[in-house]
């Protein structure tokens, strides 16, 4: 089956430092992956849908110039949280499905930031 | 009213009972309806797919009802490995690619 790939699995961090998360598709080409945030006993909130070769796309109340997306392959996108706060604090996953048709999404095995 | 609404639960089940779980949605423009589970700390991973026709995969089965935009899913013989967190997902509809999910349902299967 399709392997979605996120690195780092969990990273502690001090306030007002940035952290990148990668997120690859190992066996498909994905030009849409997802970007997830869950805060604890909290649902998976879609934080934004990254484009390969374009810019992301944004849901409301997420701050674009603080979470960055970088797509620039087909099986490779990262978020990068600037400036992070202990607030920013969070399970962050990533998504990809295989083509528009297939609707199942493959989900990365998440990264757990701590920001301290 | 929440896009997708799940009884948080925890439900606690015997091993070998039938449990059930539903989940509403608020979005009609969605088009296609999943559960997955989620083990904790760990990524959701898909459980099955829901069609109008009702699926079964084994000992699960799921159900759509579009009109009254409303999904269920089903476990018969219950494991204890079926513990987790089952979460309702749709997908936002409208063109646009991403899912929404409910908060999900914890089941807990007890010896």
């Known amino acids: 089956g399709a392997v979605v790939s996120q690195h780092p699995s969990w990273v502690i961090c001090k306030s007002g430092t940035s952290v990148k998360i990668e997120c690859r598709s190992l066996d498909f080409q994905a030009t849409t992956m997802f970007w997830y945030r869950q805060f604890p006993k909290q649902s998976l909130m879609l934080m934004a849908t990254?484009?390969?070769?374009?810019?992301?796309?944004?849901e409301q109340g997420v701050e674009k110039d603080k979470f960055l997306i970088n797509h620039a392959s087909l099986t490779l996108s990262t978020l990068t949280v600037t400036s992070a706060h202990p607030e920013d604090s969070s399970f962050y996953i990533c998504?990809?499905?295989?083509?528009?048709?297939?609707?199942?999404?493959?989900f990365g095995q998440g990264t757990r930031l701590t920001v301290v | 009213r929440k896009e997708v609404e799940q009884d948080p639960g925890p439900f606690n089940v015997p091993e070998g009972a039938t449990v059930a779980f539903n989940c509403t949605y608020s979005n009609s423009a969605s088009q296609s309806f999943f559960w997955y589970r989620q083990d904790c700390r760990k990524e959701p991973k898909l459980l099955m797919s829901?069609?109008?026709s009702g699926n079964e995969d084994g000992r699960f089965t799921a159900q759509l009802n579009r009109a009254s935009q409303y999904i269920s899913l089903l476990i018969r013989d219950s494991k204890l490995s079926d513990s987790a967190t089952y979460l309702c997902v749709v997908t936002k509809g409208g063109g646009a690619d991403g899912l929404t999910f409910g908060k999900g349902t914890h089941l807990i299967i007890q010896p």
């Open positions: 990254s484009n390969e070769g374009s810019k992301a796309t944004y």
């Open positions: 998504s990809a499905r295989r083509d528009r048709k297939n609707t199942e999404a493959f």
């Open positions: 829901v069609y109008s």
